[in-house]
């Protein structure tokens, strides 16, 4: 498991023999969860389980961090922020484009170069698919996409990795049902895309109006990955270890096609009575009407845990984009 140089609460190791490895993320962008390779995923995660253990640092003393949301949020904001000032970083930014001078008409592209004139890092969460690799081609210091459309949302399935492994204990050899929007839903299309790097074979249930993106679909059969789709979350339950709830994307939705699916699949105690016992339930939340608060209560749901680990993998991530040194 890598440990973190510099940090006194990581220094059980012996400063002269232990070898010191490639920190595979420094001043790197994270744009799409397509650019990164399974030793950059597994360093990730590996430095997340070392933050859940001990959170609090000040490794990112004196590091600035734009938090650049132009679109809603509140757990990819929100654990970010915490992530940046458990490692005692300071955050600028903004949660929506209220205020900003692209009210009066200024490109994405000058607001961006001009914040990298200002901080060490950008996160940037936006409505347009593409938004954050244009952030990047401007900035001059690394760039993480919180999420661009439909397109990516590459942090959170660094997020739905680390929960499954810890979970599960594993990554490999597991059935993942994913319900819900897959035509809009971008946690699902960098989910997805993330499964060639381990044996995890998908079921698919969406309506079919919502059904996952041919382009994604030929990029999953390229990659290897196993997949099917499916009618019903019955067929599913009692086949997966992890059923990957989403909720309808309304807002991507017109208002005819979101007011017949809204209530299509909804998650309930009763349709887990066929479920294997060490099945775990994740959602990148927010929740609409698709998991019964009834739920929460039962062994099955993990969605909070999920959503508790954002900062750990925010911190790591955020720490290895900064700091050049990591050592195994
Ligand atoms: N999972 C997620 O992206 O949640 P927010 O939209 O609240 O950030």
Redesign the pocket.
């Known amino acids: 498991m890598a440990i973190l140089h510099s940090e006194k609460c990581f220094s059980s190791r012996s400063q002269q023999s232990d070898p010191m490895i490639e920190n595979l993320m420094f001043q790197r962008d994270l744009l799409s969860i397509k650019d990164l390779s399974l030793a950059q995923i597994q360093q990730i995660l590996s430095v997340a389980a070392k933050f859940k253990a001990h959170p609090q640092t000040n490794i990112l003393n004196n590091k600035i961090i734009a938090h650049c949301f132009f679109e809603a949020?509140?757990?990819?904001?929100l654990s970010f922020e915490t992530a940046t000032l458990r490692l005692g970083g300071h955050v600028i930014g903004f949660a929506s484009s209220e205020g900003l001078s692209v009210q009066k008409g200024e490109s994405l592209h000058d607001t961006m170069r001009m914040i990298s004139g200002y901080a060490d890092l950008i996160v940037i969460r936006h409505p347009k698919e593409g938004a954050a690799r244009l952030a990047a081609d401007v900035a001059n210091i690394p760039v993480i996409n919180a999420?661009d459309g439909a397109n990516q949302?590459p942090t959170?399935t660094l997020v739905d990795l680390f929960s499954i492994q810890e979970c599960q204990q594993r990554l490999n050899g597991l059935s993942v049902a994913i319900i819900g929007d897959l035509k809009y839903g971008r946690?699902i299309h960098s989910f997805a895309q993330a499964c060639k790097f381990f044996d995890i074979r998908l079921f698919f249930v969406a309506p079919d109006a919502l059904t996952l993106p041919e382009s994604i679909c030929d990029n999953l059969k390229k990659d290897g990955v196993r997949f099917s789709f499916h009618q019903s979350l019955e067929e599913v339950i009692p086949k997966v270890d992890i059923l990957y709830m989403t909720r309808i994307q309304q807002e991507r939705c017109n208002k005819s096609e979101y007011q017949q699916i809204e209530k299509q699949y909804v998650l309930t105690p009763a349709l887990l009575d066929a479920a294997k016992p060490h099945l775990k339930i994740l959602h990148?939340?927010?929740r609409l009407n698709e998991i019964d608060v009834a739920v929460d209560d039962l062994p099955y749901a993990y969605y909070f845990q999920q959503a508790a680990n954002a900062v750990y993998v925010r911190q790591a991530l955020l720490t290895l984009m900064l700091n050049q040194e990591v050592i195994a």
């Not at 949020?73 to 904001?77: A, M, V």
């Open positions: 949020s509140t757990r990819t904001r999420g949302h959170q946690t990148p939340l927010p």
